[in-house]
């Protein structure tokens, strides 16, 4: 699984809903993505928020691991390592 | 079918204010020639605009352009280059922006709005994907910027939408205001928030759900993650990432080249700039940092007072600008009015350069008492007294008194005061001067020639302020001096070189500071020429890219001159620069020398292929730059 292990260090370059995007659909976009984060800079009281889709009833594409690209693709091109990529042990 | 598959969101969407009316047209009408961005802005205004509109007339267009990378992941793709006629010079007027709001527009399918005309009532428009709609602004006119955003996103009922506006400043045709953009984000210079005013467009807000894609994504994705993990590896990126651009304010002062009391000096003092250093913003009041879209190398900080008189102070950018101007300018030595006074001008729509200049010119005329209390307000503008900083700055915003006068700039001001107070205006073109230029020579001629009057963001070099040894020089380009700040020779031609860039940057959308313009290590035009091929498909060489750098820059040029009839007398810095010395620092003494000037400017007109004399572009240049129309244009002048 993905694990946002230090959603602090976020600095909501949205990269890693590109790739995710990208790795589904092979283009870049906001909507076609798994993950996705909302970092509000106005409010302090407003915490970086990272969520990852693993439900199929929810409406982005569900999060696959990045099936047949290698790696995560968002573990890759993070570059803040917010994320990290946790094999699941049985 | 719009022509252009990849990269290229497609569309072009022209949007009349006087007849509620929108139309699109294929961005493939203007590609490869014109990249896009910041390109094609300035083709569209060259074609269409005519010499007697002037900046406020209904008949003056802004040109919203977004780069065919913005939308993906090339380190730095998230900037917009708006354009229009100047609202201080009444030649070009050019800002750039980063933030988030540029690809949102590309993935609602356009890289360009184009506004025409002026509405009856205060309008915004709301774009989401295929629909165009225009909404009253009428309860938002007269908000501060937040606030607008926050009563925008109410009124739609959506909370995840991108949205620019003006502020009061705007709307007052104030001419120092600025364009706010993603809440943090700002087209500063020019006017060009004042242009929107003056059509009663208060704010664009836009929501996309599509989808960029480029032409070799496997290809495209190695290359990102190649330069990226290079990018981030770099000592700049490393600066900026801890303390934002401010980090590059001691290598300005280091060499005689930050204004201090309106250029009575270039230097600021040692104790009072330790108080406003880098160092003293992150210690003190940082508590967030934060990234444009795309951007792998962040330099965005969020910084909080927590006391004093500006406890519950939330800043979020403090730039080397904000430095130079409030520390340096007007000597505050105080870190957090600084950051209150940012905050100001980005709640009013103020742009800190033109605003703090303005200010700047005024305490001049206060301190040789051409300008008393009478005729201001009752206000003594004092040298870094922060609350009178504070007070005019809303004065400014709303017309108010004597803010009346200041918020015409320096140049208009110095011309209705009179008495002697036109030497105070440090300007350029019409457009208030806010670089130090008397120490470092090639910075100074990328200043004073740049288009748009007075910017350090149309050519002006920084290898001279990062110090490029003379082995590093000789290998970029072919001259040993290139970070030498005293030497003259050799400056044109990387003036010249960087004029190429940041043109290309700006069309393609991607920040100078992923750029090689501070560090060689940056993208190099390689690097962009094959970015551009991968994911548009229109392949070209490096010497081809660079030729549309070189295109996008004659067009820009060539507005000057149909425009504003600029010729080379407008490329002389401000007389009292070259007259007098810097009086401390390190590289006190220095001054520019019309001899020498005269001897940078011969070779860079030559370089450019432009007239030495009128300083306007050869026809032969426009011919082998397949500007045709622009040679129409220049012969009109000729008969003139």
Same mark, same amino acid.
């Given at each position: ?90 | ?32 020639? #014109?990249?896009?961005?910041?390109? %094609? ?14 900046? #406020? ?33 009444? =030649? ?72 620019? /506006?003006? =502020? ?26 004042? %242009? ?15 989808? &960029? ?81 795309? /951007? ?13 008189? #500006? ?14 101007? #409030? ?5 505050? +030595? ?11 001008? /980005? ?48 004065? &400014? ?11 015409? =700039? ?100 991607? /920040? ?24 548009? =498909? ?36 401000? *007389? ?26 011969? +070779? ?14 050869? *026809? ?21």
């Amino acid at each position: 699984m993905i694990k946002v292990e230090n959603p602090g260090s976020c600095t909501g370059c949205l990269i890693c809903e590109m790739v995710c995007s990208f790795h589904h659909v092979r283009q870049f976009s906001r909507t076609k993505t798994s993950i996705k984060v909302k970092k509000s800079i106005f409010n302090q009281e407003e915490k970086t928020h990272i969520t990852i889709s693993s439900n199929k009833q929810e409406e982005n594409p569900l999060c696959d691991l990045c099936i047949h690209e290698g790696s995560p693709l968002c573990v890759r091109f993070c570059p803040e390592n917010v994320l990290k990529f946790e094999r699941s042990h049985p | 079918m719009t022509g252009v598959r990849y990269g290229y969101a497609g569309k072009i969407l022209w949007v009349d204010l006087t007849t509620s009316t929108v139309s699109t047209e294929p961005t493939s009408n203007y590609v490869p020639k #014109f990249l896009g961005g910041k390109g %094609i802005n300035q083709w569209i205004l060259f074609k269409e605009l005519r010499p007697w509109v002037t900046p #406020f007339e209904p008949a003056n267009i802004v040109c919203f352009g977004v780069g065919p990378l913005v939308g993906t992941i090339v380190p730095g793709a998230a900037r917009m280059n708006v354009d229009s006629k100047n609202a201080l010079t009444g =030649g070009i007027g050019s800002g750039s922006c980063g933030g988030w709001f540029a690809a949102e527009l590309k993935f609602a399918g356009y890289d360009h709005i184009v506004i025409q005309g002026r509405a009856r009532e205060p309008v915004y428009l709301w774009i989401e994907d295929d629909k165009v709609s225009f909404r009253s602004a009428t309860e938002l006119w007269g908000r501060r910027t937040s606030e607008t955003v926050k009563m925008i996103k109410e009124d739609l009922g959506q909370d995840e939408i991108e949205v620019l /506006c003006i =502020g009061p400043a705007g709307e007052n045709m104030v001419r120092p205001a600025c364009i706010v953009v993603s809440g943090s984000r700002v087209v500063g210079r020019c006017g060009i928030g004042a %242009i929107m005013g003056s059509k009663n467009l208060k704010a664009i807000a836009v929501k996309g759900s599509g989808a &960029i894609g480029v032409q070799r994504p496997e290809e495209f994705m190695e290359m990102v993650h190649e330069v990226s993990l290079r990018l981030r590896g770099l000592e700049g990126a490393k600066g900026r990432r801890e303390f934002g651009t401010t980090a590059a304010s001691p290598l300005y002062n280091e060499l005689s080249a930050l204004s201090y009391k309106n250029y009575q000096d270039d230097y600021i003092p040692k104790a009072s700039f330790r108080k406003i250093s880098h160092e003293v913003f992150h210690r003190m009041y940082e508590v967030d940092r934060y990234s444009c879209m795309a /951007c792998p190398t962040p330099c965005g900080h969020v910084y909080l007072i927590d006391e004093g008189p #500006f406890s519950g102070t939330r800043c979020l950018k403090a730039e080397a600008n904000s430095v130079w101007n #409030f520390g340096g300018k007007l000597a505050i +030595e105080n870190a957090a009015a600084i950051l209150k006074a940012q905050e100001e001008c /980005c709640q009013l729509g103020l742009d800190i350069d033109n605003a703090s200049s303005v200010i700047a010119w005024a305490m001049s005329c206060f301190q040789d008492g051409i300008l008393s209390k009478e005729e201001t307000d009752g206000l003594e503008l004092n040298w870094g007294d922060y609350r009178v900083l504070l007070e005019l700055l809303n004065r &400014i915003a709303h017309r108010q008194g004597f803010g009346n006068v200041l918020a015409e =700039g320096s140049l208009r001001a110095s011309q209705v005061v009179e008495r002697g107070s036109e030497r105070y205006a440090f300007h350029m073109k019409g457009q208030d001067l806010i670089e130090a230029i008397r120490s470092m020579k090639g910075w100074a001629l990328g200043v004073v020639v740049s288009a748009r009057g007075g910017t350090h963001t149309r050519g002006a070099l920084a290898t001279e302020s990062r110090r490029y040894p003379p082995e590093i020089s000789q290998k970029l380009f072919d001259i040993k001096t290139a970070g030498d700040a005293r030497a003259y020779e050799g400056k044109a031609k990387v003036v010249c070189y960087f004029e190429y860039i940041h043109s290309l940057l700006d069309s393609l959308g991607v /920040c100078f500071f992923t750029g090689n313009w501070t560090t060689p290590e940056g993208i190099t035009p390689e690097e962009l020429t094959r970015f551009y091929h991968l994911a548009t =498909g229109f392949r070209m060489s490096a010497d081809e890219l660079m030729k549309t750098g070189e295109r996008i820059h004659n067009v820009e040029k060539m507005f000057n001159v149909y425009h504003a009839r600029f010729t080379r007398e407008d490329d002389y810095p401000p *007389k009292r620069l070259m007259e007098e010395p810097i009086r401390s620092g390190p590289l006190k003494g220095e001054l520019l020398k019309h001899e020498d000037w005269d001897k940078m400017l011969d +070779e860079y007109y030559t370089l450019h292929g432009w007239d030495l004399h009128t300083s306007w572009p050869k *026809k032969e240049k426009l011919d082998d730059l397949d500007l045709n129309e622009c040679i129409g244009r220049l012969n009109q002048m000729r008969e003139k």
